[in-house]
């Protein structure tokens, strides 16, 4: 089993920026990519951005050049990181980790983001 814990979320204004975190814990050694998905209220969930093992990044359309996904491995952390700037009030949603594994695909609990003057 992988545990995931999001943090971060909050409210901003429109053009500020927000990271969020995820702290991955239990069966690590089986997860094959990262990522971060979203969901506005009334739609479905959609992927914002992706990070495999070997350091591949991939992004939604609607974020590329405002959002960086990241990672942070050391000193036994596993730590991914959701980097967004430049904040739109379309960007509001519930942020959710993900990761997938060879056991499996885990969630985090979700975090909420709202872009709104």
């Known amino acids: 089993q992988v545990q995931l814990v999001e943090s971060g979320g909050g409210l901003v204004q429109p053009g500020g920026s927000l990271r969020l975190s995820c702290a991955a814990s239990?069966?690590?050694?089986?997860?094959?990519?990262m990522g971060w998905y979203r969901q506005a209220p009334g739609k479905q969930r959609e992927l914002v951005a992706t990070l495999t093992t070997g350091g591949k990044t991939n992004y939604a359309n609607a974020v590329r050049g405002r959002f960086t996904i990241s990672r942070n491995n050391a000193n036994a952390r596993n730590m991914v990181y959701l980097q967004m700037n430049s904040l739109k009030p379309e960007d509001t949603a519930v942020y959710y980790c993900?990761?997938?594994?060879?056991?499996?695909?885990?969630w985090g609990q979700g975090t909420q983001v709202t872009v709104s003057s």
């Open positions: 993900n990761a997938g594994a060879t056991i499996g695909t885990y």
């Open positions: 239990g069966s690590i050694f089986s997860i094959n990519v």
